[in-house]
Structures are given as C-alpha cells and as structure tokens.
C-alpha cells in the first residue's frame, strides 16, 4: 500500500491562493489518475477535480476559473493551484491516486482555512 502525502495548506485570506502537493514517495501512482476531493468537518466528501494519466483535467463548477490541477511527472507530484480563495474553499483536501490493477491511494489530507 502506498500513502500519498498532501502538503500546502495553511491559513489564508478571502482572495488568496494556495498551492497544494500530492506526492507518494516517488512511487509511479502519481502518473495515474489523482484527484483532489475536500471535506467540511461533518460533511460530505466533495470532488474537487482530477488529473488524469493522459493529463486531461475535470473540474468542480465552483472551482473552474480559480483552480488549476497540474503534474509535474520529473518531481512525481500533481499540484492543486488555488486562486481567489473563498470562505468556502476552507476545508480539509486530500488526494487519490486510481490505477489499474490496484488499490486505490489516499493520502491523510491537508487543512486549508479561508478565513479575514
């Protein structure tokens, strides 16, 4: 099993911007499918948006024109660009990686707070 490692949370501002990693060690589950997806303390799981192995990108609605998911294959990480932050952007963010023929990778999720 694999453990994804999300970094780049913090605490910023209504407007702000966050860049997120999602890293697994140098293992080549980052070239598959990775997603981002956030959660709300006691909510649901949301999908945020997705990179797929031939680089093709999918977008929650309310992150479309604000976020921006990328890999950088050299550095086996998919970043997740947050621009014009908003209160309710804030929330835990973790990453999946989905590849054929084995188990789905999570991470433990980093906390990201929108907050004046």
């Known amino acids: 099993q694999v453990q994804l490692v999300e970094s780049g949370g913090g605490l910023v501002q209504p407007g702000g911007s966050l860049t997120l990693s999602c890293t697994a060690n140098?293992?080549?589950?980052?070239?598959?499918?990775v997603t981002w997806w956030r959660q709300v303390s006691g909510g649901e799981r949301e999908w945020v948006a997705t990179?797929?192995?031939?680089?093709?990108?999918n977008y929650v609605d309310s992150a479309k024109g604000r976020f921006t998911i990328s890999r950088d294959i050299a550095k086996m990480t998919v970043f997740l660009e947050m621009n014009s932050l908003k209160l309710e952007d804030t929330a835990v963010y973790s990453c999946?990686?989905?590849?054929?023929?084995?188990?789905?990778?999570w991470g433990q999720g980093t906390q990201v707070t929108v907050s004046s």
């Open positions: 999946n990686s989905v590849g054929p023929g084995r188990p789905t990778y």
């Open positions: 990179i797929t192995s031939t680089g093709r990108t």
């Open positions: 140098g293992s080549s589950a980052m070239l598959d499918a």
